[in-house]
C-alpha cells in the first residue's frame, strides 16, 4: 500500500503536462463502443517512470509520463499508466445515452497525458507481440515473432531501487539501448519488447537518450490484464504501422478530416518513433 | 475598331469578375455547428463537427492545438 501510494505520488508530480485542450459548445456524440478480453490477472506490476525526447530536433525539451509492465502467468502487458485510465473512463461513457462537453474534455485531457502510445502484449510461452496502436483516429493492430535480442554483458553495477543491477547493451530498432537488469528478479522482461535477460530491467535507454525507462517501484496487487477488442481495428504489419505513423506526422492534411473556421493551416508534426524504421 | 477593342476588354473584365466573385462563395465552408477550442494560450479555435466522428473530432482537436502556444 505503502509503495502505490509513493508511485501515486510520483506520477502525480511527473505525469505528462502539456498545454490543457476544452472544448465549450453544444456537441453531442453516441457513446464510445467498449469492449475488451481479459487475459489474465497480473503476479506482479513493475511501474517505470518514462522520459522521452518527441522532437528529435529539440532534444532539451523532453516529457514525462508514468508506464507500467503488467506480470502474469503466460501474459505480460506493458501500457502507458493512463491508457488505463483512459480504458477505465471509456468503460463508464459506454454505458452513457450520449456524450456532450464535459465528457469530451475528460477525454481530451487523460488522452494528452498519455506518452507511451503503443499497448505491448507478450505471451511469454513463445515471446510472440501483440501491440496495438493509433494513428490520428485509426486503430491499429500488428504482430510480431518475439525479436532475438542477443545482448552484450557489461561487468559494470549499480544500485537501483536498492537491488544491484547489471549493465547490458543491444542495438535494436536502429537505436544502441543500454539497460541495467538485476537477477535478484529473474523475470526476463522489461519494457516495450525488451527482455531475455537473466533479470528483470530496471532501467534502459537509448544512447542519444531519448528514451528512457526507469523503475520506481512494484507490488503484487492482482489487476486485469486485458487487451482492447476493437470492431474497426485495422490488423496491419509492424513496417506498415510504422509507415502510416510517419505519414501521418510529416502529411497530416491526408488523416485530418476536421475544418477549422478561418481556413485550415495544416503544419507537421515532429517524428521521433521509439524504432527506426525504413 | 476602337469601340470593338473597347467591348471585348469590357466583357473580358465581366467574365474575370464574374469568376473571382464565384470563386469566393465556393471557398466559403458552410458549417452547422462550430465549437470552440481553448488552448491555454489563449489561441483558442473553432473546428467543425459537422460529418466527424468523435474519435476524429477529438484527434482534430488535438492536432490542431499543437504548436499554438
Redesign the interface.
Known amino acids: 500500500m505503502k509503495q502505490t501510494l509513493k508511485i501515486l505520488f510520483i506520477y502525480f508530480f511527473t505525469s505528462n503536462v502539456i498545454g490543457q485542450v476544452q472544448i465549450k459548445g453544444n456537441v453531442s456524440f453516441p457513446p464510445i463502443e467498449y469492449k475488451s478480453e481479459k487475459l489474465e490477472q497480473t503476479k506482479q506490476n513493475i511501474f517505470y517512470n518514462y522520459t522521452y525526447v518527441s522532437n528529435p530536433k529539440k532534444t532539451e525539451k523532453t516529457k514525462y509520463s508514468l508506464t507500467v509492465l503488467q506480470i502474469g502467468q503466460n501474459w505480460s502487458k506493458f501500457v502507458d499508466f493512463n491508457t488505463l485510465k483512459k480504458d477505465s473512463i471509456e468503460e463508464k461513457f459506454s454505458h452513457y445515452k450520449n456524450l456532450g462537453v464535459v465528457e469530451l474534455n475528460k477525454l481530451l485531457a487523460i488522452r494528452a497525458k498519455i506518452g507511451f502510445k503503443k499497448n505491448t502484449f507478450k505471451e511469454l510461452k513463445d515471446n510472440s507481440l501483440t501491440f496495438q496502436g493509433k494513428v490520428h483516429s485509426t486503430k491499429y493492430e500488428y504482430e510480431e515473432k518475439g525479436p532475438s535480442l542477443n545482448w552484450q554483458l557489461k561487468k559494470e553495477s549499480k544500485s537501483i531501487l536498492n537491488y544491484n543491477a547489471k549493465k547490458a547493451t543491444i542495438n535494436y530498432g536502429g537505436r544502441k539501448w543500454i539497460a541495467w537488469y538485476t537477477e535478484e528478479i529473474p523475470i526476463n522482461l522489461g519494457p516495450y519488447v525488451f527482455g531475455n535477460l537473466p533479470g528483470l530491467i530496471l532501467e534502459l535507454n537509448d544512447d542519444k537518450k531519448n528514451f528512457h525507462f526507469i523503475a520506481i517501484g512494484m507490488n503484487n496487487e492482482q489487476k486485469e490484464i486485458y487487451k482492447r477488442v476493437e470492431k474497426k481495428i485495422v490488423k496491419t504489419s509492424k513496417k506498415d504501422f510504422f509507415k502510416a505513423e510517419r505519414n501521418f506526422h510529416e502529411k497530416p492534411e491526408l488523416f485530418v478530416r476536421g475544418t477549422i473556421k478561418g481556413g485550415t493551416n495544416f503544419k507537421k508534426i515532429p517524428y521521433n518513433p521509439i524504432e527506426i524504421i525504413d | 475598331m476602337k469601340s470593338l477593342f473597347l467591348g471585348l476588354t469590357f466583357l473580358l473584365a465581366s467574365f474575370s469578375s464574374t469568376t473571382n466573385e464565384e470563386k469566393t462563395i465556393a471557398d466559403e465552408?458552410v458549417?452547422s455547428?462550430?465549437?470552440?477550442?481553448?488552448?491555454?494560450?489563449d489561441n483558442d479555435?473553432?473546428?467543425?463537427?459537422d460529418?466527424?466522428?468523435?474519435?476524429?473530432?477529438?484527434?482534430?482537436?488535438?492536432?490542431?492545438?499543437?504548436?499554438r502556444?
Open positions: 465552408f458549417c455547428n462550430w465549437v470552440k477550442v481553448i488552448v491555454e494560450c479555435f473553432w473546428l467543425c463537427t460529418g466527424q466522428t468523435m474519435e476524429e473530432f477529438l484527434e482534430d482537436a488535438t492536432y490542431f492545438s499543437q504548436g502556444c
